[in-house]
């Protein structure tokens, strides 16, 4: 609704990380009825309306297989690689007129 896409939704599925509490949604859209207009004010990327979100993406998926395909193996490869991200634990402070308060 926010961007005027005629779509109507196919698929909504629930996903996790195995080994993850942290849940999310994948929706799948395909395109409905008459040929939507482009709302007023939504940038144009390459001739195509796009949000600015999606700039960089869509840009990326503009060129050639081969330097794309190089680009998401780069970017695989080095998230395969990486550690895990350091949580910063922070000591807790207690109030002294709340923690007196039993």
């Keep these: 609704d926010r961007?005027?896409?005629?779509v109507e939704l196919i698929v909504q599925a629930?996903?996790?990380?195995?080994?993850s509490s942290e849940g999310h949604m994948g929706y799948i859209y395909r395109r409905a009825g008459k040929k939507q207009t482009v709302p007023k004010g939504l940038p144009r990327v390459n001739g195509a309306p796009c949000?600015?979100?999606?700039?960089?993406?869509w840009e990326?998926?503009?060129r050639e297989v081969k330097p794309l395909?190089?680009?998401t193996k780069k970017l695989v490869?080095?998230?395969?690689?990486s550690q895990r991200p350091k949580r910063n634990r922070r000591s807790v402070v207690r109030d002294p007129y709340i923690s007196a308060v039993v």
């Design 77 to 81: 490869t080095e998230s395969l690689n």
């Design 51 to 57: 949000d600015p979100l999606f700039k960089a993406a």
């Design 69 to 71: 395909l190089d680009d």
């Design 3 to 6: 961007y005027g896409f005629n």
């Design 14 to 19: 629930s996903t996790s990380m195995h080994g």
């Design 60 to 62: 990326s998926t503009r």
